[in-house]
């Protein structure tokens, strides 16, 4: 474990040269080691009251009513896209102050497992499981029912698996929810993946123009009783007025322009997004291959509170 947190430190060093330890404690919110041989999965948030209703608020509560401006909730979820649990920690250990909530996706939680979604719920923080289940009505739903009982706020589905496994889901989660005495995670539906294009639905036989596949998938979701879905920011507007008030929106595909756009096609800035109506904003590279992640997540928080 000493390793662990050898890398841990190195990883934090490199990533963020003025703050090794992460962020100062009493400058905002900080994960602590408790210097012990468990400490990269036994870490504390202290979060500073100054801070507890903008950037530093990671209870459910910031996951339940985000709204991007200052003294409300903070609506940036950053993607722990590192392959280590002690990589996945050091990152979130700096950017914690500047973001409402953890994604933990399938590179990470295959590498690490559900120890690292422990972890960081232990510290209070928020965290949504994007594993983006897709199979038949009764695995999803015991997959939905696990993920409930590890206490993630948001997980995600493939709308594709049609009404049938959406239902499943979204019962499975109010059911163990329930059970567990405590709020059901938020299902999000994947209408068609941000790297899919007209040519790549071609190949699947079916319907070939990008933002009709999306429209459908989109009222399947609201149909089957999802209350929310990942999409690009740009298909906002055309999507809102067919769907309900309520539906929340999560979008990746966010850039600043301080960085090249990678393999997002069709991006928008943290901005942009949010006046377009995004209700959180998926960001990765932008925060975590940033030479200052910390001030990364700063700047963009900064950008969507004024
Ligand atoms: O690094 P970047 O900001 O592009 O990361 C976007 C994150 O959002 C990644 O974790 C990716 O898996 C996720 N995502 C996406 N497009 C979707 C669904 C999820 O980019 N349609």
């Known amino acids: 474990m000493e390793a662990v947190d050898r890398r841990a430190r190195r990883f934090n060093k490199r990533r963020n040269p003025s703050h090794p330890e992460g962020p100062p404690t009493g400058g905002g919110t900080a994960l602590q080691d408790r210097g012990d041989a468990t400490s990269v999965f036994a870490l504390k948030w202290n979060v500073h009251p100054r801070r507890s209703t903008t950037s530093g608020s990671f209870a459910i509560a ?36 500047f973001v409402g909530a953890f994604k933990v ?22 965290v949504f499981l994007d594993l983006k289940f897709h199979d038949i009505p ?25 009404s049938a496994m959406m239902t499943a889901a979204l019962r499975s989660a109010n059911e163990t929810a329930a059970e567990m005495g405590r709020p059901a995670p938020l299902i999000l539906g994947v209408t068609v993946l ?3 294009d007209s040519a790549a639905l071609a190949e699947l036989g079916g319907e070939t123009r990008v933002e009709i596949q999306v429209e459908r998938l989109a009222k399947l979701a609201a149909e089957s009783g999802l209350t ?12 809102k007025p067919l769907l309900p008030a309520g539906m929340q929106f999560v979008t990746p595909g966010i850039r600043t322009g301080a960085e090249k756009a990678d393999d ?30 910390a001030a990364a997540a700063q700047a963009i928080l900064a950008s969507v509170s004024g």
């Open 62 to 97: 910031s996951i339940a009513a985000p709204q991007g401006k200052s003294g409300v909730p903070n609506p940036i979820i950053v993607a722990l896209d590192v392959p280590t649990a002690s990589e996945a920690v050091a990152l979130a250990r700096q950017v914690a102050p």
């Open 194 to 196: 941000t790297s899919m």
């Open 138 to 162: 009764n695995t999803v739903a015991k997959a939905v029912a696990a993920a409930t009982r590890l206490d993630v706020q948001i997980l995600t589905v493939h709308c594709s698996g049609g």
């Open 264 to 293: 997002q096609k069709r991006t928008l800035s943290p901005r942009e997004a949010m006046e377009a109506g995004s209700t959180y904003l998926v960001i990765g590279r932008p925060i975590y291959a940033a030479p200052d992640p």
């Open 105 to 126: 996706g399938k590179e990470l939680f295959v590498s690490a497992g559900p120890d690292i979604v422990r972890t960081l719920r232990a510290t209070g923080a928020s």
């Open 228 to 239: 929310g879905l990942v999409c690009s920011p740009l298909e906002l507007q055309r999507l």
